[in-house]
């Protein structure tokens, strides 16, 4: 199956009836659930897919602890009706992308008898809104149950805890899986492709073409289009702005700050949720690819394309996970850090900004302007990312096309690399690789990794599981162009050990060579 550049530009010789701007989360969720209603799809991405939020997530398919804490607290049905959306698509998430997805058990430190019982109540009514699609039952820990459990915790007055379960995914391969369903069923994708105009009709003012340039050509199109969504995360009010200056923004963005250390610093596959801080912040430590993460901050911010950590940001995170490892780290094992900004979404008619971001609710809402048919898709949360595009799609169809809704179709579509899962790790574990090659390719590439084994099988550095033959793979098969697609997003792993990704760069630059 090939996804790459010319390809896609063959496609743009046909009409289209959809233009879905923006290739993060939420505009594959709907490229994919479009294409499967029968419509003709084009996606463009400014940068490569999922560059921002979609692939700087903390890495968690979960429905919320500290959301439903809130709506228990303040009695708010929004927050309960987002968790229960959230835990109840967590599944389906794991369920159609097995080998980018599954489950993850998390600790909740007690620290006095009340927390015991508080926490596990909380955990009990986690599990009772998941009900069926729950993933495992939570249940409480007495301390030696703790220690035994994860010896790498600080246990200086704890006096038991609650483990449950959510899900652990690669957020930007996972985006990467949805772009190759949606095209594998027809539709149009393209990456480093920008938006310049939209073209209106002279009576209505609706949109009725796109122009957009290409910028690895520098050709520029434009295109006709019955519908255009606005699928751009935190850049949804630039969009709107050019569809209606006339608009209002609505979005308002919040940092979330990660690090990430060694794997000896918090060893074994249990996450620790750290669910108190001085300023109110929920702090999670996750084993995750052979490193461990610790993550997130939540704090307004401005928009930026390459937002970047603060010393304090570090400082902050390094003093929360010493307080809890008995392991302690400072800034020097630092291995790589990054900041995902997340969209969030104001009320309509605020008049002012909220500058309490962890306030606002992770729901997303459609919004479809009057004058121009513009359909936004604006805010959300990645565990939420079909329901979103089924949304969206209902109120275009309703709003826009003047027809009911189609059936949306993604529920149990299974993504690209999900398909002969036994077969598949059977033929790689066949292969006679080293254990670590054959591990993060079925981890990377799921039933498409026995399509490498015909390739060189050449280690490209001695510490890292990466093989020679998948760089033009992810060139011919993957829309990669340069080495921070393959680096940040396809392998992801600049984001988890900086210095061994430059020297990956260094070693072999002539791979991506203009």
């Keep these: 199956m090939a996804f790459n550049r010319p390809d896609q530009l063959q496609k743009l010789e046909a009409p289209f009836d959809l233009c879905i701007i923006g290739g993060g989360a939420s505009g594959a969720g709907v490229a994919l659930d479009a294409t499967l209603r029968g419509y003709r799809v084009l996606l463009i991405e400014k940068g490569d897919f999922a560059t921002q939020t979609s692939s700087k997530s903390t890495k968690l398919v979960h429905g919320g602890v500290r959301y439903l804490e809130q709506a ?29 997805a599954h489950p993850l058990a998390l600790l909740t430190p007690c620290y006095t008898w009340f927390d015991r019982v508080y926490y596990r109540i909380g955990m009990w009514v986690y599990d009772l809104i998941a009900g069926r699609t729950n993933l495992e039952p939570s249940r409480g820990l007495s301390q030696r149950q703790m220690r035994d459990l994860c010896p790498s915790l600080e246990m200086h007055h704890v006096r038991g805890g609650v483990l449950y379960y959510d899900g652990q995914f690669n957020d930007a391969r996972y985006a990467l899986a949805i772009l190759q369903a949606a095209e594998a069923a027809g539709a149009c994708i393209l990456n480093y492709a920008t938006l310049n105009s939209f073209v209106h009709s002279p009576k209505s003012l609706k949109i009725k073409e796109v122009c957009w340039t290409d910028l690895l050509s520098g050709q520029t199109y434009q295109i006709p289009i019955k519908a255009v969504v606005n699928a751009t995360g935190p850049f949804t009010d630039h969009v709107r702005a050019l569809a209606n200056p006339k608009l209002k923004p609505r979005m308002k963005v919040s940092r979330g700050a990660h690090i990430v250390l060694s794997a000896d610093f918090w060893p074994g596959a249990t996450a620790l949720l750290i669910p108190k801080t001085d300023d109110g912040r929920v702090i999670f430590v996750i084993p995750w690819r052979e490193y461990v993460l610790v993550g997130t901050t939540d704090d307004p911010d401005s928009l930026s394309e390459s937002p970047e950590i603060l010393p304090a940001e570090v400082d902050y995170l390094l003093d929360y996970f010493n307080r809890y490892a008995t392991k302690k780290a400072t800034q020097k094992d630092v291995h790589a850090t990054f900041v995902g900004q997340r969209p969030l979404l104001q009320a309509a008619l605020d008049s002012a900004l909220s500058t309490d971001t962890k306030s606002l609710v992770r729901d997303h809402e459609v919004e479809i302007d009057g004058r121009s048919k513009l359909v936004s898709i604006m805010g959300g949360k990645w565990t939420t990312y079909r329901v979103m595009a089924a949304d969206t799609l209902n109120e275009l169809e309703r709003e826009v096309l003047h027809k009911s809704p189609s059936v949306c179709r993604t529920q149990d579509h299974t993504l690209v690399g999900g398909y002969e899962n036994e077969k598949s790790r059977y033929l790689v574990e066949a292969a006679h690789l080293p254990t670590d090659i054959q591990t993060h390719l079925w981890a990377t590439y799921g039933s498409q990794a026995f399509t490498l084994l015909t390739r060189d099988l050449t280690r490209i550095h001695p510490e890292l599981p990466y093989v020679a033959g998948e760089l033009d793979y992810l060139k011919t098969h993957e829309m990669a162009t340069c080495w921070e697609d393959v680096l940040m997003r396809r392998w992801g792993i600049g984001l988890r050990n900086a210095r061994l990704a430059e020297e990956i760069k260094a070693n072999k630059k002539e791979a991506f060579a203009s």
């Design 72 to 100: 228990v607290k303040k009695l708010d049905w929004q927050q309960f009706k987002m968790v229960y959306k959230a835990l109840h698509e967590r599944k389906v998430l794991l369920q159609n992308a097995p080998f980018l």
